[in-house]
């Protein structure tokens, strides 16, 4: 399973877990060698996150990006009771452009259009599951690596490894690089067996 975050400094991991804990980590880091070059990596995607180190910890940890719930989470419960009404769900409105056939369809169905919207596409990510988690990892393990290991050796041929789904051919491609920058790519490219 791979972290919420992860920190590296050149091709060494210095720090894993929670953005609080990381941005801790690389502080205390940070405050003992200034020249120290970090990259702070959203453990999940492999985005880039970026982290304002200026000032003690308490004013980096008071800088941290706020972050929303990750997709596949339940929205947090509201914290104090509220009163009558549509309950507060994250529900988010935007704009979808459909044919007049397509209107037509979903004004007939049971609950109206936003409910059979959201059960159609509540079934096709039940459908896609799969395939989806397993381009999910190898997108972020693709993005890990062109950051991390673009010049290293076999990089091209592992990318393409990555991509055919040729796991053994993979680990074999990029047993000699560094060992925390290797172990974190493959538990990338192996996330998706992680659900």
């Not at 801790?24 to 003992?32: G, P, T």
């Not at 999940?44 to 308490?58: E, K, N, P, Q, Y």
């Not at 395939?131 to 076999?154: C, I, L, V, W």
């Amino acid at each position: 399973m791979t972290p919420a975050y992860i920190a590296f400094e050149k091709e060494h991991r210095i720090a894993a877990g929670e953005l609080s804990d990381v941005a801790r980590a690389v502080k205390q880091l940070l405050d003992q060698r200034k020249d120290a070059a970090i990259l702070v990596f959203n453990g999940r995607t492999s985005a880039l996150v970026d982290i304002d180190f200026r000032g003690s910890v308490d004013d980096v940890l008071a800088r941290l990006p706020k972050l929303a719930p990750r997709s596949d989470e339940e929205p947090a419960a509201p914290v104090a009771p509220r009163g009558p009404g549509r309950p507060k769900l994250g529900v988010v409105a935007r704009e979808i452009t459909l044919l007049p056939r397509h209107w037509d369809w979903l004004a007939q169905q049971r609950g109206g259009a936003s409910v059979a919207i959201r059960k159609l596409v509540d079934e096709a990510r039940r459908a896609s599951g799969d395939k989806d988690r397993t381009r999910s990892a190898q997108e972020a393990a693709y993005r890990f690596m062109t950051t991390m290991g673009g010049n290293r050796p076999h990089y091209e041929d592992a990318i393409r490894a990555l991509f055919a789904h040729d796991r053994r051919h993979f680990a074999t491609l990029i047993a000699d690089w560094p060992a925390d920058i290797r172990d974190h790519v493959i538990a990338l490219a192996h996330s998706d067996q992680a659900d």
